[in-house]
C-alpha cells in the first residue's frame, strides 16, 4: 500500500505529493547587503538542493544572486546600490 501525503485543491487535482520526495532544510543564514559569501554543506550531496529568500528589512528590495556548485551554496550582490537590506536564506534538499 502507497504511503506518503498528497493534497488537492477545489477541483480534485493533485497540487502537492510527498509520497515520492521531501524537502529536509538544511539550515538559514542571515545575508547582509553587500557582503556576498558562501555556505558549505556535505549533505548538498544527498539530494536536489533548493534555497528560499525572503527579505525581511526593505520592501521592494532587490534579490541577490545565489548559486550552487557542489557542495557549496554562495551568494552575491552585484553591481551597485546595495544598502541596508537583510535577507533571509533558507536552504536543503530535496
Known sequence: M???WQA???SGNLIVDVSTRLGRVLG???LTA???GSVTNANFASGT???MLS???VAGARQPEIT???TTLSWSFPGVG???ETYRLVYGVY
Do not use: L, R
Request: a negative charge.
Open 2 to 4: 502507497p504511503q506518503g
Open 49 to 51: 538542493p533548493f534555497w
Open 28 to 30: 538559514v543564514q542571515t
Open 8 to 10: 488537492f485543491d477545489a
Open 68 to 70: 550552487f556548485s557542489g
Open 82 to 84: 546595495w544598502s541596508g
Open 34 to 36: 553587500a557582503t556576498g
Open 55 to 57: 527579505n525581511v528589512s
